[in-house]
């Protein structure tokens, strides 16, 4: 039985590391399995921990006490899209010059000149995801 987050709940995913604090990532998703998939491939990560917001609304709550490492925004949000939030996530504290990357399930969504330094395609790439993540939280 697959477990799914339900809407409006915040869904806090957190691989504890022995040592360090996790960097935090934050991502915008409101499809449940899209949220287990990046779940499981933050469990090959125990340095990073997954907070997740179904919504912008709640992207812009969490973002008030939240300082992640990266964001990752879906691009078709129930109530906004993602190249519209991230401006206003980026008007956080905190929050200027974050790595964006856009997820979508819309490999030719343009990215340039929206903020986002890259797209992530729908369905992932688990091992490009990973090597991804790697890279653009230790920048």
């Given at each position: 039985m697959l477990c799914r987050p339900a809407l409006g709940d915040v869904v806090e995913f957190a691989v504890q590391r022995e040592s360090a604090e996790p960097k935090v990532v934050l991502y915008v998703e409101d499809d449940p399995v899209n949220v287990l998939l990046m779940q499981a491939i933050f469990e090959q990560r125990p340095g990073l921990s997954l907070v997740v917001a179904l919504d912008g609304q709640q992207a812009l709550e969490i973002a008030s006490t939240l300082r992640p490492s990266l964001l990752l925004l879906d691009m078709r949000l129930p109530d906004c899209n993602g190249?519209?939030?991230?401006?206003?996530?980026?008007?956080?504290?905190?929050?200027?010059?974050?790595?964006?990357?856009?997820?979508?399930?819309?490999?030719?969504?343009?990215?340039?000149?929206?903020?986002?330094?890259?797209l992530w395609a729908k369905p992932l790439n688990i091992a490009h995801t990973l090597a991804r993540l790697d890279q653009l939280v230790a920048s």
């Open positions: 190249a519209d939030l991230l401006p206003m996530l980026q008007r956080q504290p905190g929050y200027t010059g974050l790595n964006a990357v856009a997820v979508t399930a819309e490999p030719h969504h343009p990215v340039a000149r929206t903020g986002f330094c890259e």
